[in-house]
């Protein structure tokens, strides 16, 4: 059972990652990777080191029990560093096992989009991007909407900045989060709730997550403590979609 609030479990073919923009400062799976290696846990000898971890492949297809996998948690499936071939190992399994869905998260949206202009997506998977600020993140947007896929949602977390209006046609779902851990960079509620209110107005799903390390008034403390309520907040949807 996975603790991201908006999956059940994680499937990791591919761990380790390589830093591409201010989203990826405090990076909670480098963190994790890093302690999993002082573990000796199989799988993170390399520690955050991108590696192919080809014997995971077949996970998900032992289980019967339909299930909402997050793809590489511990990862980026669209780095550059983890060939199409390799890819195409994953797209083949999420194919074999239509019962279950799959939410692919990138900040590779580039080479997502390359990867899908010659190739159909599958039906049970959701692409989405990493938003955390205007420079890096929003142009990621345009991107994913150019891609002909049944879901995408936007992952907003760390959110790092005003967003200001956003274009979210042919968008599903939208997460937002601040940050948590040390060092951990503050989050404004007003930023929230302008993207909240802007889901509402274009009928897309929004999912609040957590404030992180940063309160609604500006006071650190734990994430536990910060909690997840939002003022005002009406929903916390995860969309539907029939495959």
Not at 73 to 78: I, Y
Not at 196 to 216: H, L
Request: proline share 5%.
């Amino acid at each position: 059972m996975s603790k991201i609030e908006w999956t059940e479990q994680t499937w990791n073919p591919v761990v380790g990652c390589i830093k591409v923009s201010p989203g990826c400062k405090h990076c909670y799976a480098e963190t994790m990777s890093r302690r999993l290696q002082a573990m000796g846990a199989p799988g993170y000898e390399n520690g955050f080191k991108v590696s192919l971890r080809p014997e995971r492949l077949d996970y998900p297809l032992h289980r019967q029990k339909p299930t909402m996998y997050f793809v590489n948690s511990m990862s980026d499936l669209f780095q550059e560093e983890v060939p199409f071939s390799f890819v195409n190992q994953v797209m083949e399994v999420i194919q074999a096992t239509p019962w279950h869905t799959y939410q692919i998260l990138t900040k590779r949206s580039t080479r997502m989009r390359e990867y899908f202009e010659s190739r159909v997506v599958p039906g049970n998977a959701w692409l989405g991007v990493s938003v955390e600020d205007r420079k890096y993140g929003e142009p990621r947007i345009s991107e994913l909407q150019d891609i002909n896929a049944r879901t995408r949602f936007l992952s907003i977390e760390p959110l790092l900045e005003e967003l200001g209006t956003l274009s979210l046609e042919g968008i599903h779902w939208v997460i937002v989060g601040g940050e948590s851990g040390i060092g951990a960079r503050p989050m404004q509620e007003n930023w929230v709730t302008s993207i909240r209110d802007q889901c509402k107005t274009q009928g897309v799903d929004f999912f609040f997550k957590q404030w992180g390390a940063w309160g609604a008034d500006g006071v650190r403390r734990s994430k536990k403590a910060n909690g997840r309520e939002l003022q005002g907040r009406i929903w916390d949807m995860i969309p539907v979609i029939a495959v």
